[in-house]
């Protein structure tokens, strides 16, 4: 069971919070949170809130325990670009785009898997 949580218009460029978003893919939940505090660049405050938000989302919709999450996914989208112009010299202008995101964050539920806990509880024998 998956649960997520969505920021569309987040008006920071794709490009930064996918620095930030590698970090904290795969990680138990607790572990990409303290990452995420730790972390120097301003975009982490707001993947913080948008991780919280998705451990209440799997919390409160789907009944999960969040001390057994993990961060599924996260999923950075490029939003519309507001235009804007810059004077230049000679009369000429430039344009700068400043970039929004759309980021979604998706937990899961850590599940072990039988065939690995197989593995490891019986040993080879090659004794025939």
Do not use: C, W
């Not at 919280?52 to 993990?70: F, I, Q």
């Amino acid at each position: 069971m998956e649960a997520k949580a969505t920021l569309r218009y987040a008006r920071v460029a794709p490009s930064k919070v996918r620095h930030v978003a590698q970090n904290i893919r795969e990680l138990p939940v607790d572990e990409a949170q303290r990452v995420l505090l730790l972390e120097t660049k301003a975009v982490a405050r707001d993947l913080r809130k948008i991780l919280d938000s998705a451990v209440a989302n799997a919390e409160h919709n789907h009944e999960l325990d969040p001390d057994d999450l993990y961060v599924a996914d996260v999923i950075v989208n490029e939003g519309p670009i507001l235009k804007r112009f810059r004077p230049r010299a000679m009369g000429r202008a430039t344009r700068i785009n400043k970039r929004t995101s759309h980021i979604t964050v998706v937990v899961a539920e850590a599940v072990e898997e039988p065939a690995a806990a197989a593995r490891t509880a019986e040993p080879a024998s090659d004794e025939e």
